[in-house]
């Protein structure tokens, strides 16, 4: 498998991340960076600073320069912070003071916080943005929980909402137009079809789903032979 690839500020040879990057199959290309730590891909780019430095940062204006400076170059651009978060009680002159300046910061230039304890935590958080760097939003949200001890009729819709495809707002369509669940999953492509927001392709997925033969035994039997080979 080819090693996933950052790119990291040449002052961040002695900070033991680059080392623990190696260990997760990350390979490390070091540079003199005029923003971030780390530039992980076109978009995304993260600015390390322990919690010492953070503080330090905030009270000579640093910080806010460092923001503007990496927002402006990156569209995902993180602070992540190393250390006790504890310290910061001992190290800020005004506890007030220093979490507005950091509201501020993450607000005004958008920039995504993460906190690690230490570099192998630190190089764990930046193996995975690599790793999910493309990740996208849910096409739509998971269906809720099964309404334990709710009503028939929470319960009803929680049932038809679960079909692949339906959603809440179908499945109250659904219900309000055929009456219960039974009639929902008796009716034809051409019946579905005829619902508000549902249309041909999407009935016929649906009545694909509902009525074609469960087949996990002869799946299970399949495998199972390619494991003894």
Request: aromatic fraction near 8%.
């Amino acid at each position: 498998m080819i090693p996933a690839r950052v790119v990291a500020d040449e002052r961040e040879r002695a900070s033991g991340v680059p080392e623990e990057l190696s260990k997760l199959n990350v390979r490390v290309y070091f540079s003199r960076l005029p923003v971030a730590d780390y530039v992980l891909n076109p978009e995304i780019a993260v600015e390390r600073k322990s919690v010492r430095d953070l503080v330090a940062s905030v009270y000579d204006s640093r910080l806010f320069y460092q923001a503007a400076k990496i927002s402006a170059s990156y569209a995902k651009p993180f602070l992540l912070v190393e250390g006790d978060s504890k310290e910061v009680e001992r190290l800020a002159k005004n506890l007030k003071s220093f979490y507005g300046a950091i509201a501020n910061v993450t607000l005004a230039y958008g920039l995504r916080l993460l906190y690690t304890a230490n570099p192998k935590e630190t190089a764990l958080a930046i193996a995975e943005l690599l790793g999910h760097a493309r990740a996208k939003p849910l096409a739509r949200m998971p269906s809720e929980l099964p309404p334990k001890g709710k009503s028939v009729p929470q319960q009803q819709l929680y049932f038809v909402s679960s079909i692949p495809g339906v959603g809440r707002k179908l499945a109250e369509k659904l219900l309000s137009k055929y009456g219960t669940p039974r009639r929902v999953v008796s009716l034809t492509a051409g019946e579905l079809a005829l619902t508000p927001g549902i249309g041909w392709k999407r009935a016929e997925k649906i009545k694909e789903m509902l009525d074609t033969r469960f087949t996990r035994y002869k799946e299970i039997g399949a495998q199972a032979r390619l494991e003894e080979q």
